[in-house]
Structures are given as structure tokens and as C-alpha cells.
């Protein structure tokens, strides 16, 4: 906080994540005083556990975080807080004020960015609160980031495109998952859908996986094919990047007396009921792979009017073409606004910086407009969308802030 | 103890830094760990599941979402406690300890390193 006067940011960006990187260097480029902060004492956020296959290659988060940090410290103007969570945040005359574990004093910043991304769906069978069941997303902690095996038979349970990214991943490392299959449905799970729509969520992703996954896909899609067929493929599942897929059987529970010993599972018909009796089988991890959803805390506290969209996994901010919130000076990028993949969290953060540069007559309307032009463009590029109608979701959000902010919202 | 041994095929970039190994407790063991990596990580590595105890149940708990969003991690780190596991580095000489019985409710803010 060198300049900027009375220690004064022109932005405060809440999350070192792709989105929060990206606008930080952005705002650095056009010489806001900025500070990211991070509760995590290593940036990068969700990017860091991040790999997939492009083509020629690999598209690997660890390389892109370090770029983003790497332009992020060359900038005079922009300090990287880690290890500084923010816990509390308010609106003042001209700005924000948020409170930081690490200052005991306040931080005051013109305008806020949140980029907190978005957080894990629980899958809570009985005993997913047992030590060694894990989310997916901490299992691309553990091994991508770390390098920390998740287990030597490891069982994801979830259909969501996480598990398939964790698969993957786990797999590429040489250590893939013994198998991957849904939850068994219960009242605590209807937030996941029955099996059946799980099933349709996976096939989605089809296109993306082997030679016999997209006309498997196409004989599933159909109800009548399905009760012939599924009942038919052997329980211990098909090949899938190393690991089993077995849409056939589903998880029950999670059984261990300390930790995770093993996992309970029935078959499903072709209808997605569980049938037949139950049996055990040895798991020393659970990876639960529910599914992502935005972190809408601070915007909510902080008075952002909110919209729930399910085609961007639940309640999101309704923001302007950049990001704006219905709070002045009060931003959005990245998974906040809806749940996508690194590279669009990337753009919407370079997006939000732009217009808070702007703001204060450091970005001019083309930067802005190219600014805005690379988020659809990234998202037509997406290897896959987490969510079918992501685009729709996002049309519905601009309908709700042309009317003047509106959706199933709080009122600011 | 199971550090995962890379095939050749998995891109150089992706792979994790080596840092140095340090030497850490837990409850009065002695551990190994990569400098800077979470207490949560190297105790997995080091095959520890259980980080404590439940206050509501007293049932085991141990890492769950290792981002700082559940706070099942929490350990005592020297006299700090409910620090979360998956966010302390760990460093030479650390020594964390299960959180059993459970420490009163404090208020304030937790955060501030000491």
C-alpha cells in the first residue's frame, strides 16, 4: 500500500485462485494499488491441482499459476498476502473495509473483487464423516499438488465430471482409483439426483472418454436399452483411465471403525434402484465427487443481490457484461459466478480488473471490450462445460441485471 | 512412506517441488515431511488418518476437503489451537498434537499467527 493515499487499495481481490491471479495482474498492468489475499500460504488455488490432456501435451495448472504469480510479483503496485484469510468484510463511505487473520488493523479498498470460487457438494452417506473419506478435490491436493498417494485402493464415489478429472489425474500419476461409481439414493442425497440423472450427467461427458464410451453412451440414453443392458455388464464395472467404472453398482455407506476400511454396495437396475443384497469391499480412501458449487458468502454478506441458476451450480451473483455486483465497486470473477474451468476464471478476473481500471480512467473501452470478448471465447474453447446450458445460465443472469437485478435474490 | 514415484510420462511441470524433509511431531511422534507442504498432507503420507476428535460425538474426524473450507482438520499447533491442518506448513520441529478433550469455545479471531 504504497500510494493510493491513507493506505487507500484501488482493489482488494479475495482469492488467489485463477481468477483472482489473473485480475490482480491485470489491475498491476494498468497500476492499481492492489493486494490479493489468500487464506491458503500457497497461491494458485484450484489451478494447482490441475492437469489434463491437450493436444501435443498437457494443459498443467501448477506451470499456469506460476506464470500468473511470476507477473503478479512484477508489479510494483500488487502485493500477494498468503495466509491471510478474510473473514469479515462491510461497505463504507467510498469503498469496503475487510478484516484479514494476519493485520490486526482493517484493510480499506475503493473496490473488492471476489474470486473465492466455489466449494464441494457433500455426499453424506453414512459414514462420510469417517477419517480417510475425502472430496475429490482434496484428493488433486494430496497427489497433484503434493504428491501424497490417496490410497493404494481408492474408491470414488460420484459421477460428476470431478471424478472423472480426479481419474484422470490419479491416473496419469500412476496411481489411479480401484473404481469409480455412484451413491446409492437416500434423503440426504437428493441434491445429486438419483442415479438415473447421475448417469445421464456422466454419458455427457462421454464424447471425452474411450472408444466404446460414446456408443455406450447412446445405448444408455434410452430407458428400455438400459434395463436390458445394465443389468448384463459385469458389477466390477468397464476399464476407464485405469480404474473401473461401475454404473451398475452403487455405494451405500462408507464402513471403518478409526478410518475408512471399505465401502457398502448394492446393485442398481436399470432404473438406477438399488436391488439385491448388499456387500463389503476393502477401500482404504473414499473420494466423495458430488459436484462443485459457487462460494457465494461474501457477496451475499456484503448485500450483492443473488440469483440460484442451476446450469452455474446454485447461487450466483447478478452481475453487468463485467462482473459488477449491484453493490458499487463490488465485483465477481471466476467460479463465483458460476462454476467453469480455469481458463474462464482467468478471463473474467482480467475482465473485472479492466472495469475497475476503467473506473478510475486507466483502461480504455477496447481493452475492455477485448477483455470481455476472451471470457466467450474461453468458454467456447472449455474441453467440456461442468454444467450443460452454462451459457444459457449466464443469458439468464444478464436478463436479471437488464431488468434491474431481480432473481430469487435478498434485497440489497 | 507413500510418496507417489512418478512414471516418466507424467509431464515435468506437473510434478511436485522437492523440498527438503524436515522432521515433525505429532502427539509426541516423530514424523518426516516436505518442507512447506500441509501438516494435513504429510500426515496422510505418513499414513495418519485420524486428527482427532469430534467435539459433538467424540468420533474420529481427519482431513476432508483440504482447502480450509470444513475445518474437520483442526489440530493443536504448539499452544495454538484449532489451527487447520491442511493449512499449516509444516516446518523443522513442529509439533502438533490431536485436540483431546476439547478446548472451550474462545471468541475472537483465530487466525493471527503467533
Known amino acids: 500500500m504504497s500510494a493510493g493515499g491513507e493506505g487507500v487499495l484501488d482493489l482488494a481481490v479475495v482469492g488467489a485462485g485463477p481468477a483472482g491471479l489473473a485480475a490482480a495482474a491485470a489491475a498491476g498492468e494498468r497500476g492499481l494499488v492492489t493486494a490479493v489475499f489468500d487464506e491458503s500460504p500457497v497461491a494458485g488455488g484450484r489451478l494447482l491441482g490441475q492437469l489434463h490432456p491437450v493436444p501435443g501435451g498437457w494443459w498443467v495448472g501448477r506451470a499456469e499459476a506460476a506464470r500468473l504469480v511470476a507477473a503478479v510479483e512484477d508489479r510494483p503496485t500488487v502485493s500477494l498476502r498468503l495466509g491471510a484469510g478474510v473473514y469479515a468484510a462491510a461497505r463504507e463511505e467510498g469503498g469496503f473495509r475487510l478484516h484479514a487473520s494476519v493485520s490486526p488493523t482493517p484493510v480499506r479498498a475503493r473496490s473488492l473483487l471476489v474470486a473465492t470460487g466455489a466449494t464441494e457438494l457433500p455426499v453424506p452417506l453414512p459414514g462420510w464423516n469417517l477419517p480417510g473419506v475425502i472430496t475429490a478435490g482434496a484428493a488433486q491436493t494430496l497427489a497433484n499438488v503434493w504428491g501424497v498417494e490417496v490410497g493404494r485402493r481408492s474408491f470414488v464415489v460420484g459421477l460428476s465430471p470431478l471424478a472423472f478429472a480426479v481419474a484422470l489425474e490419479l491416473s496419469a500419476a500412476g496411481v489411479p482409483p480401484a473404481a469409480i461409481a455412484p451413491p446409492a439414493p437416500g434423503p440426504a442425497l437428493a441434491h445429486l439426483g438419483p442415479p438415473a440423472a447421475q448417469w445421464r450427467e456422466a454419458l455427457r461427458l462421454a464424447r471425452l472418454g474411450p472408444v466404446w464410451a460414446r456408443p455406450g453412451a447412446a445405448l444408455l440414453a434410452s430407458p428400455a436399452l438400459r434395463r436390458a443392458l445394465l443389468p448384463r455388464l459385469p458389477r466390477s464395472g468397464l476399464p476407464l483411465l485405469g480404474s473401473r467404472l461401475r454404473l451398475n453398482v452403487a455405494v451405500e455407506a462408507v464402513v471403518g471403525r478409526e478410518s475408512a476400511e471399505g465401502v457398502r454396495l448394492r446393485r442398481l437396475d436399470g432404473d438406477g434402484r438399488p436391488v439385491g443384497p448388499a456387500w463389503h469391499e476393502a477401500a482404504d480412501a473414499v473420494l466423495l465427487a458430488g459436484g462443485l458449487r459457487p462460494v457465494p458468502d461474501l457477496l451475499r454478506a456484503l448485500g450483492a443481490r443473488m440469483a440460484t441458476v442451476e446450469e452455474l451450480g446454485g447461487e450466483v451473483p447478478v452481475v453487468d457484461p463485467d462482473g459488477a455486483t449491484t453493490v458499487p465497486g463490488l465485483y465477481a470473477a471466476g467460479n463465483a459466478l458460476g462454476v467453469e474451468g480455469a481458463a474462464v476464471a482467468m478471463a473474467q478476473g482480467r475482465r473485472a480488473a479492466l472495469a475497475v481500471a476503467a473506473r478510475l480512467g486507466r483502461a480504455d473501452g477496447r481493452a475492455q471490450a477485448e477483455a470481455r470478448a476472451a471470457v466467450e471465447r474461453a468458454r467456447a474453447d472449455a474441453p467440456f462445460a461442468f454444467h450443460a446450458g452454462v451459457a444459457e445460465g449466464h443469458r439468464r443472469i444478464a436478463a436479471l441485471w437488464q431488468e434491474g437485478g431481480g432473481g430469487d435474490g435478498r434485497a440489497v | ?114
Open chain 2, 1 to 114: 512412506m507413500s510418496r507417489i514415484v512418478h512414471p516418466p510420462s507424467y509431464p515435468a511441470a506437473a510434478r511436485p517441488p522437492r523440498g527438503r524433509t524436515v522432521r515433525f511431531w505429532f502427539d509426541d511422534r516423530a514424523y518426516e515431511g516436505v518442507e512447506g507442504e500441509p501438516l494435513a498432507a504429510a500426515l496422510w503420507a505418513a499414513g495418519v488418518r485420524d486428527l482427532g476428535r469430534t467435539e459433538a460425538t467424540g468420533a474420529p474426524r481427519g482431513l476432508y476437503c483440504a482447502i480450509g473450507h470444513c475445518f474437520e482438520c483442526r489440530v493443536r499447533v504448539g499452544d495454538r489451537p484449532d489451527r487447520r491442518a491442511c493449512l499449516e506448513p509444516v516446518r523443522e520441529g513442529l509439533r502438533a498434537y490431536r485436540q483431546a478433550p476439547p478446548p472451550p469455545l474462545a471468541s475472537g479471531d483465530r487466525g493471527a499467527p503467533a
